[in-house]
């Protein structure tokens, strides 16, 4: 649902930007798929979640 370039790779991102401005279908298609993979993975309810099982963990404690 992306690209992951080096940071420091002017060549690769510039490549990169051509290769979107070059298909915007191509380029939407990866923003939506993008954004759904955040939506799911980092929904305010899904931090929660982790952080109170990592609590959890920590505390040596099954359940509240």
Request: net charge positive; hydrophobic share 45%; glycine share 8%.
């Amino acid at each position: 649902n992306g690209r992951l370039l080096p940071a420091n790779d002017e060549a690769a991102w510039l490549a990169g930007t051509r290769e979107f401005l070059a298909d915007p279908a191509k380029a939407a298609t990866l923003g939506r798929a993008g954004r759904a993979t955040v939506m799911e993975s980092f929904s305010i309810a899904r931090v929660a979640e982790r952080h109170l099982a990592l609590f959890r963990d920590i505390c040596g404690r099954a359940s509240p």
